[in-house]
C-alpha cells in the first residue's frame, strides 16, 4: 500500500478475517484496523461464519467494531435456512452513495427518511426474495438470548471435541480450537504424510456413507483433515462424543481392509 500511494494509485480497501470457514482463525482485527486507517482505505471485515460468535464471546473479537462493513451469514450460524446473508453498514450513507447515479446520495421523491429507503437501490443484486423475513421473523420469535446461548453451547460442544481428540492417542488436532469448527485426523501409527491424507481421505467418505455422522474436510498445510463444525442449536454432548467413537470404527475397518 505504501508502494502504491508513491506511485498515486489509491489503496481501496483492507479485508480482515472474523474466523476463517477452515479453522475458525481470528484476524488480530484492532491492530489490522491501524492499516486502512492509516492510509484512508475502507476496512472490511469478512464474518461470513464466525463474526456470529460475538453474540456470545465478544472478547475474541476485539476490534470489530472498527469495521467499515461486515458481512455474515446467518444461514452458516444463525440457524437459519440457505441463503441469508447480511451486509453491514457503519455509514449506511455511503452505500447509498456509492449506487446513485451522480455518486450523490439522492433522497426518494416522497422523502422518507433514509432508514426506510429500499436497499435493492444500495446494491448491485436486484431481484430477490425476501430472505431478510426469515431472520427477522426468527430474531423477534426466539430472541436474541436464545441466539446467545445456542451458539455459547456449539463453542463448548467444539472444546469438548477438542478435548476427547486430545486424549485419543490415534487421533491428532491440526489447528486450535477458536471457535466452533475442529480440525483433526486419525494418525495410528502411520508415519508419511502421503498415506495419512489417503488414509483420512478414505475415513472421511466411508463415515458420510455410514450416515451416523457428518464430518466435511479441510487440507491445512498440504495436510488432509477431518473437519467437524458445530453450527447447529439442536447439537447434544452424545452427538459430540459420538464422533470419535466413529472415527475410530471407520479407521480400524480401514485397517482390516487392508
Not at 426468527?138 to 446461548?149: C, P
Not at 487421533?171 to 491424507?197: K, W
Not at 462424543?241 to 482390516?256: F, G, S, W
Request: hydrophobic residues 40%; proline residues 4%; aromatic residues 8%.
Amino acid at each position: 500500500m505504501r508502494r502504491d500511494t508513491e506511485r498515486g494509485v489509491v489503496p481501496i480497501a483492507v479485508v480482515g478475517s472474523a474466523g476463517t470457514v477452515n479453522t475458525g482463525a481470528i484476524d488480530p482485527l484492532a491492530e489490522i484496523s491501524a492499516i486502512p486507517a492509516h492510509f484512508g482505505a475502507w476496512f472490511h471485515i469478512d464474518g461470513a461464519y464466525g463474526a456470529l460468535g460475538a453474540i456470545a464471546a465478544p472478547h475474541k473479537f476485539p476490534g470489530i467494531d472498527r469495521a467499515d462493513s461486515l458481512s455474515l451469514d446467518p444461514h452458516k450460524w444463525l440457524y437459519q435456512s440457505i441463503d441469508c446473508g447480511c451486509l453491514l453498514y457503519r455509514d449506511a450513507s455511503v452505500a447509498q452513495r456509492a449506487f446513485s447515479h451522480s455518486g450523490e446520495y439522492v433522497r426518494p421523491l416522497n422523502n422518507d427518511p433514509v432508514e426506510s429507503f429500499a436497499f435493492f437501490d444500495e446494491s448491485i443484486e436486484l431481484s430477490r426474495r425476501f430472505r431478510a423475513l426469515k431472520l427477522w421473523f426468527s430474531l423477534r420469535y426466539h430472541g436474541l438470548a436464545a441466539f446467545r446461548k445456542s451458539i455459547e453451547n456449539d463453542l463448548q460442544h467444539a472444546q469438548r471435541l477438542g478435548s476427547a481428540i486430545e486424549e485419543t492417542p490415534d487421533l491428532q488436532l491440526m489447528a486450535p480450537i477458536e471457535l466452533s469448527a475442529v480440525c483433526f485426523r486419525y494418525v495410528g501409527d502411520i508415519h508419511t504424510e502421503d498415506d495419512l491424507n489417503r488414509l483420512n481421505s478414505g475415513i472421511l467418505r466411508r463415515i458420510v456413507e455410514r450416515g451416523n455422522v457428518y464430518l466435511s474436510n479441510a487440507t491445512l498445510q498440504s495436510r488432509f483433515c477431518l473437519r467437524a463444525c458445530v453450527v447447529n442449536h439442536r447439537t447434544t454432548n452424545s452427538d459430540i462424543d459420538r464422533v470419535v467413537a466413529e472415527v475410530l470404527a471407520v479407521a480400524k475397518e480401514e485397517d482390516d481392509a487392508n
